[in-house]
């Protein structure tokens, strides 16, 4: 039949229980944050559901389709609870959870009046932040040092003394602060005895985003990238994250244009159904879209979105259908939108000889609706992983992200469904199942495949 | 590595060689028909490219990804060259294919007179047609007959006339023809013999279509099913491919907004966005919106084109998620559009906490440069099940269906992705390849993969 | 200059005064209504604004372009003040306009709760209606008598009573009730005697609004007519209007389609642009989108909707431009949409030598919004009208209407800004004023105007 | 009744004939230039039609509306037949129109080769560029010559060469040149004598497009301006084209985008709908889009386009509905779509209560098959104009124009609907005829209108 049982015995693990509290640290207090934590609250009361959100609500199959089972990915695999989730976080102003969350007017008043009490208890600590790397941004809730290196030391402090207070038994950390300028990869980043120099040295290769993940790793704190910074997919914090035994992910939430755009290209790409161009603008009205007014912050996110295409189409592959693809994103900082945000996208294709189509897709979304259940999946992932022994780059958490990273010497995947398959493929291996392939000819071809194929006896 | 070697060994076919000529039947010589073969002969000549048939254009990775080959679908199992295909089919009017293709307005005039004594050779045999089944056509080629078994039978000496003239080695016939009023199954289709018997006394049962896939399947050639018509789909004729040792794919082309529609749902599912509703309309100006204007053949369509949400969705285990989907497809005839076909879709979805979104699609398609290559891929594919001794129902040729078949104990597969991985994972197999599971956690997991991921030494 | 003053002398009228209250009677309490009461209440506290009326809001130019004064409407002419006017009406079901407008969801419940007093005291009386002439609904509160005649006597003394207990001045109605099914005109129609007659028999061509209508003019109450029903623009109830000296308009509020498409429809025909097709589809989900959810109140609506294109295009004279336009209106009951409308029209165009163009409007409306403020205009540009003197056919309110009513002999007028200045120029005129034609060639080719031009001494 | 017997016997003007030919000239023989020569040659032989022209093909009612007569415009006022149109142009490139317009792709070779000799007999004569001023092109067909006065005369040269050469009566110059970098008026541009002192001077701030204005001026030669370039509106030329008594319009053809904004917007304002923002995107291929892919260029194409929201709204009279409009114009060089335009339109609106709206457009429109019958009309217009007498700003004109020009103590009119009505208003003084101002009440107020109101005898 089409699933065997397990093919990779060598990788199932024995995973700890996820027993006491998981703390979640997340730099960057804005929008998504607090809509996470304020969502996280009102599922735990009951009040709403975690829709988004893989851990909470998806299914895998498990056994074969004549006789499936499909269990909750939850069940399959040992999650925290979200009864057992504690929060924190640093931001450059001092307002707390519930201040911030009514000032980004994601959820209505009602929603958040009802969980007051928990946000109002989030209070950001002082943020690691310059102006030099988010060029639109600033604020006065910040640390002071005279080091790089000093600031990341307060950071771990901050985690230790979370950890100490708050009583939990893990930690996981999910960026959610801005879009940083653009930085190209330079030799500071490519080891960690150079990182650590530059630290001390206050070498401006390195951004608030990446002290961040130094303590994060030192402290043996799983670290997930939800912006584009050149942060986590260095080769010095890579390598640590190996040493330290540390999972790692990124980068960049994949929520709304960038989500669909891996899931039709893969379609115009089964189809073989070639392409000339595909034009996609954004527009946005909240502090994020303020940020990637900026053209430092811009072009970062910007080459985020760019590589999305041509991973998928191949066309080295594929000259002939996708080897002249004229790809532009444009992001629009456009006020009256608010924290929704409106993609379109025009999409220039051809089929059977030629002939020219075309496909416009409007998508009226809302960002923090979108990236909150990413970052609670990672965070929940990440701890699982922790907990599974498993260190370094997680690709298998690739469907998460616009710029997934993978071993340097593999091409990262981007196509929203094979990511959806190693992610679940990823969990019947840890536990010992057989993995699906979908091939489905044994159900034909076998024995017995006539007379169930008739309905017969 | 991701992939093992082949998993299934017993599966593993001898395919024999495909040599000598093809003979493609097409019964309905319309639009979808003559672009198909003015394509096929345009290609030959160097003129244009095969663009969007899997068959002509498609690689498959074969191997691990690091260090993987990727070859074309139609290097890897043997398929016809389309030098060798001869056409053959039939129709109501007496035009030939030339006639008819400048008529329908698909392709340039100027594309056609490269091409037109090929097309002025393909004359329709007399069709079999009875009005009541289509209600808004009408024509004066057809055969008469005092019964439905009369008429099949002279199908038959048509196909072994096409056989002996053309000097063919094998034939496979493609349903390219209109959509029948809507019908459900009854006494008649569920065995072979009721099926016959019904031939003989006329049952009001059978209609055209069922006459053309009975004809087939007797003279053993595989068939495919182009339309939503309830035909190849009847326990009568899936029992009989099975006996004659025939190949059968069903059903209804899935082309423009159903494509996409099974391209989008499968990506809100995998990110367990929630959905309320999906407006569909659909506006096209050609003989099949003419037809589709009927409210007889309009209902056969939209049962086909709604199967597909519940299919993919699952609401039996998301009651939460889509337990509501308010599902509603119209289709509108707009002679302005011509053969270009233009579909609107609003798709209502939600996400954390329940709060909405929307996506809306616009698609500027064409129907018969869409289906082409579908019934081009479907005849070659179709002629190599039989070469490979595949017979009955083909469930991995899904992915060109709007209304895919299968195993009655099993759900029919409409995600485009799984039944793109179907599709290529059954042609390994058959080739003895190893199968893709895109899990990928050995690459990471395994002895060397730290030396690996670090590009180190 | 441009206007000369009054050109229209023998139309300048002696207005009387606005003073004392007007009662305002709404058919039919449902979204529309409850929206337009809840508006006023709201207004009149300060607690929102009357965005969408005219009546409210808009300002006029009076004299020159040199040295223009722009008024508000109800500055240049005495209209009734807000705070002045009471609210009653009838309706199947007996709830308050409180419990309507929580459960018809077009304002949230905390703005209602603003107004809950008010709303909570208008309580609709029982209704004259009979399912035959709207197939979806059925309600308890009606009223019963042995013939329409006394169905309508029962209507009047509704209105005198409230009369008296409100102590209104003047009393208006304005039709919000359900689109009935489709009816053409017969002899019945024809004569107010025919009518009364029929009204005494229980002739089935007389529907519940005709006879709503007919209590109206009855009882000296100006009429407007919010639906596309057969109503105030019969024969017998147009003459009876003028014999009683009551104002009467008509019909089908022009609100989301309707109106871009008397937007666009001019511009395109400005420009010279032709058209071979409009292709228009409305989803909508509440009772309005239910009732034309029925063959025979969609046809109504049908009807109503498609004659906008041919009086503003004038195909008579355009033949090579308008003379083939295919013209498709399609309204699809979409429960997920509430009393949110959207609308997508397709526009094919062509220009110059022939060349095609599309234009696709994508309406996210909101039907009650729309329509609420032009419920209330009507209501009190009636009471102006009826003080004015006027009675009668009232075209100058055209540009309310999808249907509006002119003289048999006149063309009706769609064009939106042809309607406009129709409506701002009667208000001119009435009191007096310059009307405006835009010419403008005397600021340039009069004595001064190089000066002028030039800025010069 | 509605209209009056000449309300501006003052202005009727004793026109000229049309005899002879027309001598029309265009800087900038590019895309459109050559879609507007072949179009007339086209529809000379009768094998196209002038859509999109009012000169060729609107009518104009004439009279009552019980009576109306539904004239031509060429038939109202006498223009010049398009037989009698002689072309000429300047260039950057030496290719003649027939080459220009095959590599434009704007018609099909097919209709292009219809009109072939014709089109190979317009050679342009070498342009006055320089790149400064529009730094995306360069070519090599230009004039020299020590100062901008010398290659003003050179210009006029050219023009007087022509006319003998062609023996034309009467000559028209209309710009379909390229958008220059943004200029804002300086001193230079303030008199006449200024500009000739800074023409001998090769001042900086006289661009290329002025110096075709200026030759045009001191040939008599009326002048239109298809560009967004400040050229013809500098109060120099305004002043200079006054003494010549030449007759000038401008600037920048409306055609897509803005048109329908012009349509759309006036539409938002007669309903009261409040606009908080208005989101405009355009994706373009062709040289224009290369062209406004330079900063500059785009600078003074984006003025040109943001003025009009402005204008039309008038927020000082509407705080509360326009006092916030966030307004973004982008546009973006998109190679795929060629000469092909598409704008999407993102129009945030609100109604009653404040409760918002949205309002989407996408226009699928060709650039060039918009502007060439604006460019047509243009130059039959400034014939008649100055066959009638007419000198300096021709503001009935700003019907064409994105930026119209008007006295500087008036506010330019934007909307579309108002210059129309201007513009047919016009024609209608010229000759005599009463002016329309749709206002309509006598039909019904005077003695007669019940009677005719009633169809009665």
Same mark, same amino acid.
Not at 336 to 351: L, S, T
Not at 433 to 451: F, K, M, N, P, T
């Given at each position: &039949?089409?699933?065997?049982?397990?093919?990779?015995?060598?990788?199932? =693990?024995?995973?700890?229980?996820?027993?006491?509290?998981?703390?979640?640290?997340?730099?960057?207090?804005?929008?998504?944050?607090? @809509?996470?934590?304020?969502?996280?609250?009102?599922?735990?009361?009951?009040?709403?559901?975690?829709?988004?959100?893989?851990?909470?609500?998806? $299914?895998? $199959?498990?056994?074969?389709?004549? %006789?499936? $089972? /499909?269990?909750?990915?939850?069940?399959?695999?040992?999650? @925290?609870?979200?009864?057992? *989730?504690?929060?924190?976080?640093?931001?450059? /102003?001092?307002?707390?959870?519930?201040?911030?969350?009514?000032?980004?007017?994601? *959820?209505?008043?009602?929603?958040?009046?009802?969980?007051?009490?928990?946000?109002?208890?989030? !209070?950001?600590?002082?943020?690691?932040?310059?102006?030099?790397?988010? $060029? =639109?941004?600033?604020?006065?809730?910040?640390?002071?040092?005279?080091?790089?290196?000093?600031?990341?030391? &307060?950071?771990?402090?901050?985690?230790?003394?979370?950890? =100490? !207070?708050?009583?939990?038994?893990?930690? #996981?950390?999910?960026?959610?602060?801005?879009?940083?300028?653009?930085?190209?990869?330079?030799?500071?980043?490519?080891?960690?005895?150079? /990182?650590?120099?530059?630290?001390?040295?206050?070498?401006?290769?390195?951004?608030?985003?990446?002290?961040?993940?130094?303590?994060?790793?030192?402290?043996?704190?799983?670290?997930? %990238?939800?912006?584009?910074?050149?942060? #986590?997919?260095?080769?010095?914090?890579?390598?640590?994250?190996?040493?330290?035994?540390?999972?790692?992910?990124?980068?960049?939430?994949?929520?709304?244009?960038?989500?669909?755009? @891996?899931?039709?290209?893969?379609?115009?790409?089964?189809? &073989?159904?070639?392409? @000339?161009?595909?034009?996609?603008?954004?527009?946005?009205?909240? =502090?994020?879209?303020?940020?990637?007014?900026?053209?430092?912050? /811009? !072009?970062?996110?910007?080459?985020?979105?760019?590589?999305?295409?041509?991973?998928?189409?191949?066309?080295?592959?594929?000259?002939?259908?996708?080897?002249?693809?004229?790809?532009?994103?444009?992001?629009?900082?456009?006020?009256? !939108?608010?924290?929704?945000?409106?993609?379109?996208?025009?999409?220039?294709?051809?089929?059977?000889?030629?002939?020219?189509?075309?496909?416009?897709?409007?998508?009226?979304?809302?960002?923090?609706?979108?990236?909150?259940?990413?970052?609670?999946?990672?965070?929940?992932?990440?701890?699982?992983?922790?907990?599974?022994?498993?260190?370094?780059?997680?690709?298998?958490?690739?469907?998460?992200?616009?710029?997934?990273?993978?071993?340097?010497?593999?091409?990262?995947?981007?196509?929203?469904?094979?990511?959806?398959?190693?992610?679940?493929?990823?969990?019947?291996?840890?536990?010992?199942?057989?993995?699906?392939?979908?091939?489905?000819?044994?159900?034909?071809?076998?024995?017995?495949?006539?007379?169930?194929?008739?309905?017969?006896?």
């Amino acid at each position: &039949m089409s699933e065997k049982s397990s093919l990779y015995p060598e990788l199932i =693990r024995a995973i700890k229980p996820a027993t006491g509290t998981l703390g979640v640290l997340l730099p960057g207090l804005g929008a998504v944050a607090t @809509t996470l934590i304020a969502g996280v609250h009102l599922i735990n009361k009951g009040l709403a559901q975690p829709h988004g959100s893989l851990t909470q609500m998806q $299914r895998m $199959r498990l056994g074969k389709r004549t %006789n499936p $089972r /499909f269990a909750l990915i939850k069940e399959v695999v040992p999650l @925290t609870n979200l009864n057992d *989730l504690v929060f924190g976080g640093w931001d450059i /102003f001092p307002e707390n959870a519930y201040q911030i969350a009514c000032h980004a007017g994601v *959820l209505s008043r009602e929603l958040l009046d009802q969980v007051k009490d928990q946000l109002e208890s989030v !209070r950001p600590w002082p943020a690691v932040f310059e102006q030099a790397y988010v $060029r =639109r941004l600033s604020g006065p809730h910040l640390k002071a040092g005279p080091t790089k290196k000093h600031l990341a030391d &307060m950071l771990i402090e901050d985690i230790e003394a979370f950890r =100490r !207070r708050e009583g939990v038994q893990r930690v #996981v950390m999910v960026w959610c602060g801005s879009t940083e300028v653009f930085m190209q990869p330079s030799p500071v980043h490519e080891t960690i005895e150079a /990182f650590e120099a530059g630290l001390k040295a206050n070498a401006p290769e390195i951004s608030p985003c990446m002290i961040y993940t130094y303590a994060a790793i030192s402290a043996g704190v799983p670290f997930a %990238n939800g912006s584009p910074n050149l942060a #986590v997919d260095i080769p010095a914090l890579v390598e640590y994250a190996h040493k330290r035994h540390v999972p790692i992910a990124g980068k960049d939430f994949k929520t709304g244009q960038t989500f669909l755009k @891996t899931v039709v290209a893969p379609g115009l790409k089964a189809k &073989m159904l070639g392409l @000339t161009g595909w034009f996609s603008t954004n527009i946005l009205g909240n =502090r994020d879209g303020e940020v990637l007014d900026d053209q430092g912050s /811009f !072009r970062t996110k910007e080459v985020s979105k760019s590589s999305v295409l041509g991973a998928i189409l191949q066309p080295e592959l594929y000259p002939d259908l996708y080897g002249k693809v004229f790809h532009k994103v444009r992001i629009e900082y456009y006020p009256p !939108r608010g924290d929704a945000k409106e993609g379109w996208d025009n999409i220039d294709i051809f089929g059977w000889l030629g002939q020219p189509m075309q496909i416009k897709i409007n998508f009226l979304c809302r960002d923090s609706i979108l990236a909150a259940p990413v970052a609670l999946d990672l965070a929940l992932f990440l701890d699982l992983a922790q907990r599974a022994g498993l260190s370094g780059i997680q690709e298998w958490l690739s469907f998460y992200f616009k710029s997934p990273m993978a071993r340097v010497d593999l091409q990262p995947e981007h196509d929203l469904f094979i990511q959806h398959l190693k992610l679940t493929n990823t969990l019947r291996i840890l536990v010992g199942e057989e993995v699906l392939d979908h091939s489905g000819l044994d159900y034909y071809e076998s024995g017995d495949a006539y007379r169930a194929g008739m309905g017969g006896a």
